[in-house]
Structure formats: structure tokens, C-alpha cells
């Protein structure tokens, strides 16, 4: 793919998308980071925007559903027949965020045991982690602790975003919906990872996810580049995954007056 093309008129944020449950979002303001929002206006964005392309692992068991997830979304198709993924594939997707370009490089691995030692040596340096389960299989959804143990072994807890998402909600009724939500939220919950349901064949959501993870991760991106660049002249701390579901908390001691 041709990072130099332009990006695509559907992939331009100029507003932060909003969670899909409160109590199961990384963090519940309705708009970018005041820092962010002020470093995308005056172009001190750094690496981000310029060479920055940022690694999105999916993980999850197989048949959940991760290829169709990435493919809706990156292709707009759906496909019924089940192709199991050997090893890895990824999809690279641009998009625009508060002016800046940024790039996700999204890597779909395979769910299937006999695949799993070739698809975990990919894991390393992600960004954010999507972990899957199928919202009509409450044993995939157990299984995510594993997924996200395995892929934290990779990446550094304190900085990578993690995302829990339920997929084929097309095929339960309201009912049985609102039962698996319950049980995951609560594992969304005890993982810090905002939770959500989509469905792939019917395209419920998809857009609205990955929307989410672009401007989650290009918000901690910039966050990341303005403390390495500032740190010592803004005296700023960054912490990430604080107690109270905020997923940034800045201490400012003196802030420039544009970000007051
Ligand atoms: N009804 C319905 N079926 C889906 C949905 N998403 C995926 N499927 C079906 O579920 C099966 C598995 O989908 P994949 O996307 O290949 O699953 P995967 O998680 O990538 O599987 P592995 O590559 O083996 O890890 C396929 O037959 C898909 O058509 C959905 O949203 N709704
Ligand atoms: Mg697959």
C-alpha cells in the first residue's frame, strides 16, 4: 500500500468518537485531550503524522471472527466461508485525525492452536491489543484472559491500549445479548479495555470501533511524542490506566497558554 496516498474521505476524524458503554471505556471525555488538541493545531505532533504508522494486534480464539472484523471494516466485505489464518496478515488503513495524517497497521492472527507459536512472534510493539470473543460463546469469552496474558508478554502493560470486543451480535436475540454484555463488561472491567459488539456481517459498529482505536491511539501517540519532547520544559506526567477509568491523567505544573 502507498503510504503517500491521499487519505480517504471516510477515514478523516476532526472529533473524538465516543465509547459505546461508560463504564467500560478507557476513558469518558467527550473530546480529544486539551494537550492533543492543541498540539494538532499548531503542527508539534513530531514523529506522529510523519513516520509514525502504530502496530494493532487482534487476538482472540478461532472462528471468533477477527479476519471478518478487519475486513469489513478495511474492505467493506464479508465473507461466510470459514478461511482460518495461517500465522498473521495485516491490513494497513490511513486515516486523518484533528488535521494530522496517522496509520494503523492491523494484524490479524490466528486463533488456531497450531498456528498460535508462528502468530505470537508478531505480537511485540503493539499500540493497542484487540482481543475478540464470540458474543455466542461464552467459553471464547473466557478465553480472552489467555489471549491478553500472551500478548502482554509481548508489550508493556502500562502503555498499551486494550480494546475487548464481542463479535456476531447479528446472531443473538435481544435477550441473550444483554446476558453476555453483563459477563463482559465485567471482564472488560477487570482487563481495563474498553468493551464492544459488532457485527461484521451486518456492519453494526465496525466503523465505529475502529474509529475509536485510531483516535484512542493517535491521542496517546501524541501524548507519548509531547512528553518525550516537553517533558522537562511543560513538566507534565502521562499516566496511563489510572484507577478511575480516566486513561490519561496530566498533573500540569505550568501548561503553554494555548492549552490552558
Ligand atoms: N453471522 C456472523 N458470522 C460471522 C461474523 N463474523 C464472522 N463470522 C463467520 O465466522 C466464521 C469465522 O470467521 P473468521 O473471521 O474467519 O474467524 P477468525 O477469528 O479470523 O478465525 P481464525 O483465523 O481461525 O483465527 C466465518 O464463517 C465467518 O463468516 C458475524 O459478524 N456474523
Ligand atoms: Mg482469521
Not at 502504530?54 to 478461532?62: F, H, P, Q, R
Not at 475487548?164 to 479495555?193: H, I, N
Not at 505544573?253 to 490552558?260: A, I, N, S, T
Request: charged share 25%.
Amino acid at each position: 500500500m502507498n503510504l503517500l496516498a491521499p487519505v480517504r474521505r471516510d477515514r478523516v476524524l476532526a472529533e473524538l468518537p465516543q465509547y459505546l458503554r461508560k463504564e467500560a471505556a478507557l476513558h469518558a471525555r467527550r473530546d480529544f485531550h486539551p494537550r492533543v488538541t492543541c498540539a494538532c493545531q499548531e503542527h508539534r505532533t513530531g514523529t506522529v503524522g510523519r513516520f509514525k504508522i502504530s502496530k494493532v494486534i487482534v487476538v482472540g480464539d478461532l472462528s471468533v471472527g477477527k479476519t471478518c472484523l478487519i475486513n469489513r471494516f478495511c474492505k467493506d466485505t464479508f465473507d461466510k466461508n470459514y478461511k482460518a489464518t495461517i500465522g498473521v496478515d495485516f491490513e494497513m488503513e490511513r486515516f486523518e485525525v484533528l488535521g494530522i495524517p496517522f496509520s494503523l497497521q492491523l494484524w490479524d492472527t490466528a486463533g488456531q492452536e497450531r498456528f498460535k507459536c508462528i502468530a505470537s512472534t508478531y505480537y511485540r510493539g503493539a499500540q493497542a491489543i484487540i482481543i475478540v470473543f464470540n458474543l455466542n460463546d461464552v467459553a471464547s469469552l473466557e478465553h480472552t484472559k489467555q489471549w491478553l496474558a500472551d500478548a502482554l508478554k509481548e508489550n508493556d502493560p502500562s502503555s498499551v491500549l486494550l480494546f475487548l470486543v464481542g463479535s456476531k451480535k447479528d446472531l443473538s436475540t435481544p435477550a441473550q445479548y444483554v446476558l453476555m454484555e453483563r459477563d463482559a463488561l465485567k471482564m472488560a472491567q477487570e482487563m481495563k479495555a474498553e468493551y464492544w459488539a459488532v457485527s461484521s456481517l451486518t456492519g453494526e459498529n465496525v466503523r465505529e470501533f475502529f474509529f475509536r482505536v485510531a483516535a484512542l491511539t493517535f491521542e496517546a501517540n501524541v501524548l507519548a511524542e509531547l512528553e518525550r519532547s516537553g517533558a522537562r520544559r511543560i513538566g507534565d506526567v502521562v499516566r496511563i490506566n489510572s484507577d478511575d477509568n480516566n486513561l490519561y491523567l496530566t498533573a500540569s505544573r505550568k501548561k503553554p497558554p494555548c492549552c490552558l
